[in-house]
Each structure stands twice: as C-alpha cells, then as structure tokens.
C-alpha cells in the first residue's frame, strides 16, 4: 500500500468504484480505493440491478440518464460486461391522480430529452402481457429503463479506475481517521496508515461508522427489502419466442412493487408499508455476503395485489427469496458533497438506486473535488441540504416514511407527518389556535396558511387549486389592503465581523455593501459565474454585517463562507440558526402599526425603504429591516426567541383596528410573484447566471474584483442563453407548480420554476426560463404551459402586474 496518496475513497461498493473511476477520468490519477473485504461486498452484491430514469427533482433525473448512458462506455472501455439488458419499463396507473402525475412525468422528461410516451392499458397489455388491464386507467414508457448485473457493473468501475492508474486494496478496513495540522488526512488500516489530501465515504452499509471516525453523525439508515425471483414461467417463455426479445420492466404502484424478466421468470420487489429498518444504530462490521432472513407475511398485502393485477405470476414458483439490506437519506436522494466544518472530508452516500445514479454521483463528486465546483445543479443531493435537526431518530422516522411511500403520490400541497414537530418556535401554539394549518422548513414547523374560524385547519392534497385557495386569497388581499403578519424565523441568518469582514463579503458578493444602518440585496456567484446564493446584507457598523438567506441552504453557505475566510482569523462567521427568530408585518398599514409599537420616529422621512435600524418594538430589543417580499410597505422584526413571544402579542394588540390578519408561507410566496420577485431555489439556483435570472442590477460590475465577476461580464457581453421570465397563463382549476414544460411554435424551449395564484392582482402566473432570443416575444399567448398534460396559453410579462414602479415600497 502507498504511504500518500491524493484521495484516499473508503468503500468498494458500486458508488466507490464509480467515484475512483470518475476520478482518473477528470485528471486525478494518484487515487486509491480501500476496501473492507471484496468489491461489492456491502449492499451491492445483492442488488436487483434494476435502473430508470425517473425522480422527483430534474437535476437527479439528469444525473441518472447520465449514469445509463454510461454502461456502454465503460464496456467498451475495460472489455467487462455490465450485463445490460435495455429493456424498457412501464410505470402503470391505477387511479386517475396517478394518471395525473405521469402526465406531469411525461411533460417533464420532454424538456429532459427523455424518450418516455403515455399508453392506454390495451397498449401497455400489448407489451406486457402479464397486465391484468382492467386495474389499470393508464401507464407511461420510459425507454431508458432496463437492468445490469451489479457484480460486473462494479468490477467494469474498478477495471477502468485501475486501468487509468488507480489502485484498489481490498481486505484491509479502515480503522480510523485524523486530521494533520497541514490539512491532510491520515486513513489507518489493517495494514498500515495512508495519507491522503482528501477522504471520500462511500462507506454504503457503513456510511455512519465512517462518519462517526470524524466525529459526525450522517443522517442515513439501512432498510431491509425484499424481492423474490419465480421459477421458469411459461407466459415469458413464450412471450421471449413470439416477440424475440425480453419482457419490459414494470412498476405498479398501487401495489407497491417493480417487476422485471430475469432468465425465464420474473423478479418481483416490495416497498411494503410496514418497512423494517436494518441495525439502526450501528452496522455489525462483520456483515458480509450474506441475507437476511426473509419475512413474506411482511410483503403479502403487496404480493395480495400484484398477483391480481398480473394473474400469472399467481402461478409461478418461488425460486428465492432476498432480502438485504440498502441504505437511505430522509428524502431518499443521496449525501454528496464536501462535509461542512472538515475540508477535504467528503460523502458520497445513502445512494439508494447506485446503479440508477452511481454513474451521476461520480460525476459531480469527482468534478467537485478536482475543479472546486460539481458543474452542474446537484442541490437535491447535496449533503448540506440536512441540518442538526436531523438526528438518528428523526432519520429513523423519515427513512421509514420514505421507504413505506416509494410509491405513493407526493401532492404539491402535501407536507409528511413523520418525525413531526422537530423545531418549533414560542409561537407555535399561539399559531396553532390561530387556525394555522403548519408546514416544515428545514426542519421548523411554519405557518402555510390559516383556516378561519369553522374551516378544518388541514390541506386537502391535489395536482388542483384545493381548500387553502379562498383563505389564501383573503391573506393576500388582507396585506394589500390594510397590514398582515407572518413568522419569518425560518430565514437564514448571520454575523459576519472583524476587521477583515468587508473584504471577505466583498469579495464573495456581487453588489456593493451598504452603509451603516442600510441594506442592499445581493446575489452570490460561483467562479462558473452562476448564482450559488441570494441575500439581503445589513451593516451596523464599520466592521459588523447581518446578513439574511435562504433557509435550506445555511449549510451549504457556511461551507462556501469558512472555504473562502481568510486565514489570518480577520473574520468572525457565526449563523443564528434560531438564535434570532423574527415577524414581519407587511401592508400599507404596517407603518401605522409600527409607529404604535415604538417610540421612535418611523416616519417614510426617518426610516426609509431598505434601512436598518435598532429599535425597541413592544419592549422587545430589535433589529428592524425595511424590506418585505410581499413588494409592499413592510418591515421584518428580528429579536432573541425569549422577545419573540411578547413582540407577537404587541404586534396583535396594536393591529386590532388596523385590520391585522395573519397571513402564512403561501400568501407570502404567492404576493411575491405578483411582483416578479425570484426565490432561491426555484428561480436562483447554480444553473443560471445573473444576467439569464434576471438579478443585473444587483451586480456592480465597478467593482473591481469578487468571485465570478469575469465569468457574470463574459456572460454580460454575450448576453447568456437563457432568460427568467414572468408569464400570465391562462390556467382554468390548476397553477402551474414547477417543472413543467414551455412551448413556443409546438416545441418545447423552456421550463417552468415556480408560480402559483396571484390572489390580489387575479391572475394565474408562472415563471421560468426560455431561450434568451425569445424573451421579447411579448405577443398575448405566443407560449404555452404544460399543466397536467393540457397546454394552457401563456403571455410573457415584462413587468410586474402589482406596482410596477414599485411605489408601494417606497411610500
Ligand atoms: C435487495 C436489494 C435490491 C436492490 N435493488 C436495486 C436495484 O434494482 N437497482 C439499484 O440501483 N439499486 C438497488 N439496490 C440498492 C443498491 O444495492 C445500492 O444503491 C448500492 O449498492 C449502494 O452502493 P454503495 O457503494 O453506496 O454501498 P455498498 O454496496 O454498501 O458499499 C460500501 C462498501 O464500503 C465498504 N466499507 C465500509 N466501511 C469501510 C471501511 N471502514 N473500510 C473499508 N471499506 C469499508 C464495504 O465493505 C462495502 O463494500 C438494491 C439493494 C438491495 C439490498
């Protein structure tokens, strides 16, 4: 074994060999791979093999055609089959809701490039006939479907690796890891210890051990699964002689089950409701090639139905039975990405479909480490997407949930019960008796809307405009016309200090900083010159910033802030977390409201838009920002927790005759849009750059440097490819909801990030991304967007339909 190496991965499952693969592929050629036993040896081996395109978030859907796309390549490469059978796969629908959501799929996978097409029960009868049709309103065809072998696909990984350079050593765990005062990490093995500049845990079955070596706790847990293979059956057979070629895969989801031709029967796997999680607490290391024990009493509802559904597996024989273990993230997407807090520590784990996305996580990891940036949108897998909050039981609770929902609807409205409440703040009864109706974010109960007094408090779920509609609409039009207020102690929030803090942000943001006691918006750019942040930044002092972002990605911030620090200690990082929480009262009537709650002169003359001041409001020491996301008069409050209670109560004591309502998450997102503003993550995201989103004027480009800066003026100069634009759809009882597809002239050209009811201005309204060269297109229904399967005429708007001069603001 070398003595050094420049990263050392820890785990020879299918991730592992396809990370050190990857690796030699982008240029790094000093690489090794150390493995406990033999490759495969964690919950490969025992592997369905079975691979799709198909999730829930677009950027993974890439990554995995990504990953499909690959077999064929590493076969040629090494001469090793991966064993591939592209077989195609049909997703079958057993209700008109999940006729829905495949037409939704469908819609999708065209501006994915993905060749999937919808089919009526005769047509998927005709190409699988096992179907018992009459269960059946529906199905999708998804080409790219199909199965490997695990073991071969592993080994074709590790032959490429090892053939560009790498080296595997198997038979040797690794014991423990430290970290060297020079950054580097010494990896102690069985047989000696390796010194690597970076570490990558591909650790699978063993991905919290390896973590725990660090002194962190992953949120990942096994799960045990079932599939059973049938005997010879003569219905495939003969369906392989008639048709010259193999049954394709299927998946019904009423049942809860995948289906695929292996030999000349069929495997069929569960996702049964009453899931068992596998050793939850720690991984036995001296679990190896072996199963567990089967439990059919556990799969038999789900087996009760599919052998209705396809009559003739009823017949078939058990050949086996397996039942291993594999591991999960709460979402089920997987944890990549560099650890927050331990440079050169990096996860690549709780992939949970490796032979759907091992390829793809590769990819962005080996990207990531050897260019300092994953190249395209990996959020959704990203291991800084989970915060503290999501501890073992917690994990525990959402793994469960997740696994026992593989196959169920997620509605856009609907927010899972499990391992709920985690956070809440001292006003989650007083929001509770309020009527609110609470959703999570990032892992803090938050008010979505508020039920009136005789209204059930409680979503009805639907692709549809459903219950909150009317009650929504009120909160909108509460706040346009008198004042509302709302929880907002779901922000990020932080305190950047020390001589060297304005140097630091500087360098980081694009806009200019602000004076003592104001406020700018800024975005943040990586080198690529795309947006990998959006904040509101305020300076109360000469060395001391406050600074506001988006909740779900504080980790992923302060891991590009303590990256970027300088290392001479010149500045001090700390985030809130909720450690400040706030209220924001919004509304042309908000400023009478909050002249009653202090003493100081809060006139349009003394406080002006996007100040920042310090003031008691209700007795409560605050910082108080002029500035709203309703594109209204408005004002966040930020105090202590212990304060945020009797600000509350000052707050609805003096709004009583003001006309104070509250309003939630879905009134404010839905103002927002009236106003055009973006939102991170859906709009802002490191696949577009300022000027393609729309966000110019928050760039000072006199500045003479910050990060991303060439990158944003070459695409200034070009003028980028894309462009953010508003649309009015002329949509009847459904929004658009996000990712659905935008056509112009019967072709698809761009897709949609958000939108929703404009409740105040009475209009249905989307936005999203098109070709830049049709961005002035502004002619009445020159677009189209797909909703659930029906192209509704869509108008670009260039300005915002509420205030356009933005005087409301500003008044
Ligand atoms: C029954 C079943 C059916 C499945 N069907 C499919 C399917 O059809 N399609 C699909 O895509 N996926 C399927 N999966 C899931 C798939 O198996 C996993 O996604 C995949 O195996 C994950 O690979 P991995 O490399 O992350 O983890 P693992 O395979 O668990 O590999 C981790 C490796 O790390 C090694 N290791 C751990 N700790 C150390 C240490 N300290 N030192 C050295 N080495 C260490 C282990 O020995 C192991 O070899 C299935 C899983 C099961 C159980």
Partial sequence: MKTHTRVAVIGGGVVGCSVLYHLTKAGWTDV????????????????AGGFHTLNGDPNVAKLQGYTIGLYDELERITGQSCGLHRSGGLLLADTPERMQWLKMAHARARYLGLETSLLTPSEAKQLLPLIEEKYFVGAMLDAADGNLDPYGTTHAYAKAARMAGAEIYLKNPVTSLSRRSNGTWDVVTNEGTINAEHVVN??????????????????????????LVTDDMPEVIEFNRERGHELPHAIDFKAEIYMRQERKGMVLGTYEKACVPWSPKNTPWDFGAQLLEPDLERIAPSLEIGYQHFPAMANAGIRRVVNGPFTFSPDGNPLVGPVQGLPGFWCACAVMAGFSQGGGVGLALSQWMVN???????????????????????????????????????????????????????LYDVMLAAGAVMGDSWGLETPLWFAPPGVEPKDVVSFLRSNDFPHVKAECLGVRNAVGVTEIANFAKYEISGPGAEGFLTRLMTNRLPKIRRLVLTPMLNPAGKLIGDFTIART???????????????YHMRWFQTHEPADGSV?????????????????????????????????????????????????????????????LGYE????????????????????????????MRALLSLRLEKNFPTWYRELRPIYGPIEAGVERFVDFNKPDF????????????????????????????????????????????????????????????????PAELAGNLRDGAFEIEIIGERRKASIISEPLFDRAGERMRM
């Avoid at 002092?541 to 980790?555: E, H, N, T």
Wanted: charged share 25%; hydrophobic share 40%; net charge negative.
């Fill in 32 to 47: 090794v791979l150390i493995e406990r036993d033999q490759l495969t040896s964690g919950s490969t081996w025992h592997a």
């Fill in 202 to 227: 591909c650790g699978g079955l063993w991905a919290r051990e390896v973590g725990r070596m660090v002194g962190i706790e992953l949120p990942v847990l096994a799960m045990e699964h079932m599939y």
């Fill in 372 to 426: 300092g940036d994953p190249g395209f949108d990996v959020w959704a897998m990203d291991v800084a997407r989970y915060g503290g909050w999501s501890t073992r039981s917690y994990t525990n609770e959402k793994v469960r949930e997740n696994y026992s929902r593989r196959f169920s609807i997620r509605f856009p409205n609907e927010e899972l019960p499990a391992a709920r409440p985690q956070q809440t703040t001292a």
């Fill in 541 to 555: 002092a000469p060395d001391r910033f406050l600074m506001w972002g988006s909740s779900q990605a504080q980790v």
């Fill in 572 to 632: 001090r990082l700390h985030r809130f977390d909720m450690g400040l929480v706030g209220l924001s009262i919004a509304g042309p009537r908000s400023r009478e409201l909050l002249a009653r709650l202090t003493d100081e002169d809060v006139s349009n003359a003394a406080f002006k838009f996007m100040d920042h001041r310090s003031l008691d409001i209700a007795n409560c020491p605050a910082m108080v920002n002029r500035v709203t996301y309703t594109g209204d």
């Fill in 637 to 664: 409050i930020w105090v202590a927790p212990e304060y945020q209670r009797r600000l509350y109560e000052g707050i609805r004591a003096a709004g009583k005759d003001l006309g104070l309502i509250h309003f939630g």
């Fill in 707 to 770: 990060i991303g800066r060439d990158a944003a003026l070459a695409e200034k100069a070009s003028g980028g490819k894309l462009r953010r634009v508003s649309f009015i759809v002329d949509a009847v009882d459904a929004d658009v909801l996000g990712d659905e597809p935008i056509w112009h002239d019967g072709k698809v050209v761009g897709w949609v990030t958000s939108g929703g009811y404009g409740h105040f201005v009475d209009e249905s309204l989307a936005q999203g991304y098109i």
